[in-house]
Structure formats: structure tokens, C-alpha cells
């Protein structure tokens, strides 16, 4: 399969921690690494690790980040040729601080992401892939906001699958915007945190029907130990999670998650099949260190799939 991708490139700084530090205190790392990151990045790659023809939109800048960011999507063999260079913004980060478990806080950058710029794109881009796979931090703001706008609607005028995924840091710059730019995709995916602040809701019961309110009719939420929840017209199901031992960074766990969620299905899949891969998809991402430090292969999956 074809997937075009678009969302952040970034590099991600990671300081291992016993806790989160308090206001005006210093703790010592027990370990900190630079890894490529951002949501885009980690899309492209674990697709393209799963065996398909992957092309990324994003931008960098033009500095020494930019060749880290974009390692691994490199040694996957994504195809860069929608990739902008920024000259005047530097490459997106995140400060990740990892405590115990692999739970993780996060402060982030935006750069060169955010400026994304519309004119390059060309409605024919899509015509050589079979489905999109968005990152919501691309409708934040800034130009990549329009640049994701018009890969919305050409997906829709080609009536292509398109599967967006929200992001925390997404839904608490943009909020409830987001439902109107992304009104009609065929997959919303989430996490519990972000379906709670988006919907205004108390629970999940409550977020679900305020977005089967707003027309959403396919969604796929990650509920942490819990496994995950798929919605589709036919009702609400609860997928259990699969045990994976030596957790240690779940940053990209929701990436992996949506990148082997949006594999299973466009390999003719179930809804339900492809979210019980995805719960492993998730899990066995969060075994790495770094976003894309444990990248998916077919055989992961497959084992799980007889």
C-alpha cells in the first residue's frame, strides 16, 4: 500500500528522571539521548518498516537536527521528495522527561514545522498513494495549518481513506477546531486524555456520544492499560491490551499505534483485527527508547494475527 503522511519532523531531547521536577528545583538525568521524533516522522516510519510506500510532507530547517530528525525515516526508505527545508526556522524539538514506567511530560518547540508552506502543494500528490495518515499538530496553526487543509480536501474529492490522529499538545492549542477541519475523515484516533479535553466531557462514555453528536462515526481511542476502544456505527467495543514486558518510553506508543491500526485495515483487516494489532503495535513500541527507537515488522504482527 501507498501512504502519504504528513506531520512533524522533529528531534526529540530525552532525559531519563526518577520524577517530574518541582518548580525552581534541579534533578539529576539518569541517562539523556537525541533521537528523531515527531508525530509525521514516527508515522512515516513505522509504516515504512511495515513494508509500505511511504511519502512524507513535513519541513525542517537547515541545520544539524535536520539530519537527525530524519535518520530513520531514511534508513526505512521513505520517500522525501514532499519534504520542505526551512531557511530561517531551525527543525521542530521536544523535551521529553521519562520517569519510571516509560509515563513521560513534554515541552515542546515548534519551528520549522509549523511553516509548512500550502503553495507547494499539488492535489496530484495523492494520486500516487491510497490513503492519508494526518497528524492533528499539522492543523495548529501557522501555514501548515492550510497545507493540511488542502491535503483534507483533495483526499476528499479523491474519496480517499484518510486517518487522522489528535496529539495532547494538538488539542490543547487548537481544541475544538480541530472537529471542523477534520469533520468527515474516515478514523479519528485518540487517547482518553485528549477525548475528555476535546469533547468537554467527564467521561468516556459522555466524550463518545458528544462526537458521534458532531458526526464522527468511526473512532479509535487509546485507554492506556486499558487497551483501547473502537467505536464504529455498529456500537463500542473494548480491545484488551497485550502484555509486553520491559516498558521503557511510551513516547510513539500512539503513533505506532495509528501507523499498524491504518496498515491492518487497508490490508483488509476488520476494524477489530486491526485494533488488537494495534494494541500490540503500541505496546512493543514503547520497548524502544526513543519515538522511533523500536520500529514494527510484519512478522510482529503477523504472529499475533493467526
Known amino acids: 500500500m501507498r501512504f502519504f503522511v504528513l506531520g512533524d519532523v522533529s528531534v526529540d531531547l530525552l532525559f531519563f528522571v526518577e520524577r517530574i521536577p518541582e518548580p525552581g528545583e534541579e534533578l539529576p538525568a539518569r541517562r539523556a539521548l537525541m533521537k528523531p521524533g515527531g508525530a509525521g516522522g514516527t508515522l512515516a516510519a513505522q509504516l515504512a518498516s511495515l513494508g509500505h510506500r511511504v511519502y512524507l510532507a513535513g519541513r525542517v530547517g537547515q541545520d544539524p537536527f535536520a539530519e537527525l530528525a530524519l535518520s530513520r525515516v531514511r534508513e526505512v526508505g ?114 482518553q486524555a485528549e477525548l475528555l479535553a476535546l469533547t468537554g466531557a467527564s467521561s468516556l462514555s459522555g466524550g463518545i456520544a458528544r462526537l458521534r453528536e458532531e458526526g464522527f462515526r468511526h473512532l479509535a481511542i487509546k485507554v492506556g492499560a486499558m487497551g483501547s476502544i473502537l467505536v464504529t456505527p455498529e456500537g463500542e467495543e473494548l480491545l484488551e491490551p497485550y502484555p509486553v514486558e520491559d516498558i521503557v518510553d511510551s513516547t510513539g506508543a500512539g503513533d505506532a499505534y495509528t501507523a499498524a491500526f491504518a496498515h491492518a485495515l487497508l490490508s483488509g483487516r476488520s476494524p477489530l483485527e486491526a485494533g488488537r494489532l494495534a494494541n500490540l503495535a503500541g505496546a512493543l513500541a514503547a520497548t524502544g527508547l526513543g519515538a522511533q527507537g523500536r520500529l514494527l515488522r510484519l512478522e510482529d504482527l503477523e504472529v499475533k494475527a493467526r
Open 78 to 191: 521513505v520517500d522525501l521528495r514532499y519534504l520542505q527545508e526551512d531557511p530561517e526556522h531551525t527543525t521542530s524539538s521536544v523535551l521529553i522527561l521519562v520517569v519510571p514506567g516509560g509515563e513521560r511530560a513534554m515541552v515542546s518547540a515548534e519551528g520549522a514545522s509549523r511553516y509548512l508552506d500550502p503553495a507547494l502543494f499539488k492535489p496530484r500528490f495523492l494520486d500516487q498513494a491510497d490513503a492519508v495518515v494526518l497528524s492533528a499538530y499539522a492543523l495548529v496553526g501557522g501555514p501548515s495549518r492550510s497545507y493540511a487543509a488542502e491535503v483534507l480536501e483533495a483526499a476528499r474529492r479523491r474519496e480517499m481513506p484518510v486517518f487522522a490522529d489528535l496529539g495532547t499538545g494538538a488539542v490543547r492549542a487548537a481544541g475544538r477546531e480541530l472537529l471542523r477541519h477534520l469533520r468527515g475523515v474516515d478514523w479519528l484516533l485518540m487517547n
